[in-house]
């Protein structure tokens, strides 16, 4: 740039420059006035979103007509109490059904630290719903958030209720002795689905919110159907069922003509599918698979593609959709814990939204909510948490190693050594007493083992060491064979655990609950097929009917540990481990022996232990 004699500006640039340098100036000060007042400019902008969310919007309404004809849509307007919705919720509050001992019960819970109004951050802890002698399972929000429709059998038989969130009023929605189970509301909150076990098969039937008439057949076929959702778009119901001959995926289209309006979406390969669940726009089914590898894996369909395989949105077994879809919850069982993570929603990769949360016990469904400030979820009367089941603090350390332990007869039972651990003795005495009144039958009166003095081999080459502590038991085996008991894998990786269900004697509804998967038969070994003899068994060939009691669960509730199945267990029965159970209390093997036999004996377990 060339410069006058005197080194100053020409004059006509000099009139050029200053505007520029005070527009440049001014711009400059606008942009710092709006990144200050972008907070408090967000927030009221939001602040607008929640409140237009209270206007009314067209939903589907369920007229009453016979079971055979089609539910039609009718332009309903959603109420959302302004109460109830003061702030927005990014991530929202959970309503999940957690095990404690043998109930189930109704928690509250928000995972995320969010910002209510300005006033800092906080979250939600899980916070006790219901409690009582009974249990509540596969919880759903109603759409205007103000209901929680659930099972129970708190009052016998399973049935579905309705809790009122605002005033903490239970009502009771079905009233029969078959079992009814996991409610979806409709988008517009007139009508419930839900499975109910019908002749000794599982079916999903509609029932309005008034109950102005009775429920209607959705599904009519031979084969079960059950864990109806329902979609955010009112038309489409999903649903698992065994009418292709394996578990897979389905939905209930309602504008069919067809009686039968099931329509089958493409399936992934998967020995176990569970918990079919729909984003907020219908866009999305998500549900959880278990491959033949033993991975727990999410797949989602994608309605606008149809005929396009499922992706893989990652690892899990119970999914639930949060928001419009930007958030994907899952459930994660492990063989002895559970957990709760998230993932971001479909457009992203499967990445970790949320750290693996461990819960205190196994979900039993759960259902969110774009949540508002749930503090009011405190004037709630709920009652007290459960008592433990049984005096769970191990044996001093300072016994350890000095074989002081007493072994105690045990009344009424058979076994080829009916002794047990003191401290083990109460534990079984109470899991027993628990298997009669929900079973009622002693299913536990006779062991196929108990203790096992040193002097006495075990199976070859299967490790059954907690058996010599007077810690272990061996079920007895006996009513697999009867058809009063059924396995059903449980794998994990590599390592197959089990899960034992016991038959119940009341086969009216009002002790147990019916199967959704194919039992595991051992027995197909020896059916003379190549493939079965090489893989331990077989899958059933139809889902046990009737009602069953997940002995596993008890045994677990009661502190009796379960173990996976050696590497070689399909060609050896006693290799499945089982029937094998251990009330460890936290110790190592060497801990628990120490307790039975003095210093100088332990030094020979490896010659009686493995003869």
């Known amino acids: 740039m060339d410069e006058n004699a005197n080194g100053s500006l020409p004059p006509e640039l000099k009139a050029w420059t200053l505007p520029n340098v005070i527009l440049i100036g001014t711009g400059i000060l606008l942009l710092i006035a709006a990144i200050l007042l972008y ?9 607008q979103q929640a409140l237009s969310t209270q206007t009314a919007a067209p939903t589907l309404t369920l007229p009453s007509p016979s079971p055979t004809e ?6 309903q307007a959603v109420h959302r109490d302004p109460e109830i919705y003061t702030y927005p919720s990014q991530f929202g509050t959970l309503i999940l059904a957690i095990q404690e001992g043998t109930d189930i019960h109704l928690f509250a819970y928000q995972p995320f630290l969010e910002d209510w109004g300005g006033t ?30 659930f099972s129970s059998n708190r009052n016998g038989p399973w049935d579905i209720y309705i809790l009122d969130l605002l005033t903490g009023d239970v009502e009771q929605f079905t009233d029969s002795a078959a079992y009814d189970a996991n409610p979806s509301w409709s988008p517009d909150g ?16 509609l029932q309005s919110r008034d109950r102005a008439s009775g429920p209607i057949p959705l599904t009519r076929n031979p084969a079960a159907d059950f864990a109806p959702d329902w979609s955010g778009q009112g038309r489409w119901i999903s649903f698992i069922s065994s009418r292709s001959g394996r578990l897979e995926v389905w939905y209930a289209d309602l504008d069919s003509p067809e009686e039968d309006k099931a329509v089958r979406i493409p399936n992934p390969p998967g020995e176990i599918v569970k918990h079919p669940a729909w984003s907020a726009d219908g866009r999305y089914l998500t549900w959880s698979v278990v491959t033949q590898e033993g991975n727990h894996s999410l797949v989602t369909w994608d309605s606008q593609h149809p005929n396009q395989d499922p992706v893989y949105s990652g690892t899990g077994d119970w999914p639930l959709w949060a928001g419009d879809g930007e958030l994907l919850y899952s459930i994660v069982e492990q063989p002895y814990e559970s957990y709760l993570t998230a993932y971001p929603g479909p457009n992203d990769d499967p990445q970790v939204m949320l750290p693996a949360v461990k819960l205190p016990g196994k979900v039993e469904g759960f259902s969110w909510f774009g949540g508002e400030d749930f503090s009011w979820l405190a004037d709630l009367s709920s009652g007290p948490a459960p008592t433990p089941l049984w005096d769970s603090a191990a044996r001093a350390e300072g016994n350890a190693g000095q074989g002081t332990a007493d072994l105690i007869n045990l009344r009424n039972v058979s076994a080829p050594s009916p002794k047990f651990h003191e401290d083990a003795v109460s534990s079984f005495s109470d899991l027993r007493a628990e298997v009669i009144r929900e079973t009622g039958w002693d299913f536990l009166s006779t062991l196929e083992n108990a203790y096992v003095p040193p002097d006495q081999p075990l199976a070859p080459g299967v490790n059954l060491d907690w058996l010599y502590t007077g810690r272990g038991m061996a079920v007895n085996d006996l009513p697999r064979l009867a058809n009063w008991l059924v396995l059903a894998r449980d794998d994990h990786g590599s390592q197959t655990y089990w899960r034992v269900y016991i038959r119940t004697i009341n086969q009216q509804g009002f002790q147990g609950s019916p199967l959704q998967f194919y039992s595991w038969d051992l027995q197909a070994r020896y059916s003379g097929k190549n493939a079965d003899y090489e893989n331990g068994g077989a899958l059933s060939k139809a889902i046990p009917q009737g009602y069953w009691v997940d002995f596993t669960a008890l045994a677990e509730a009661y502190g009796w540990k379960r173990f996976p199945a050696e590497t070689f267990w399909q060609f050896s029965e006693k290799a499945s481990r089982y029937q094998y159970f251990a009330f460890t209390q936290g110790l190592s093997l060497e801990e ?20």
């Open 120 to 149: 800092g951050f906080s979250g939600l802890p899980l916070t006790r719903m219901t409690s009582g002698p009974h249990q509540d399972i596969t919880p759903d929000i109603s759409p205007d958030g103000r209901y929680i429709a």
């Open 39 to 47: 907070p408090e400019a967000r927030q009221r902008i939001d602040q």
């Open 190 to 205: 007139q009508w419930l689905a839900y499975e109910s076990y019908q002749i000794n098969n599982l079916e999903i039937l």
């Open 70 to 75: 089609t539910p039609q849509a009718t332009p």
């Open 592 to 611: 628990a022996l120490g307790q039975v036999y003095s210093a100088e004996e332990l030094p020979s377990y490896e010659s009686f232990a493995n003869p």
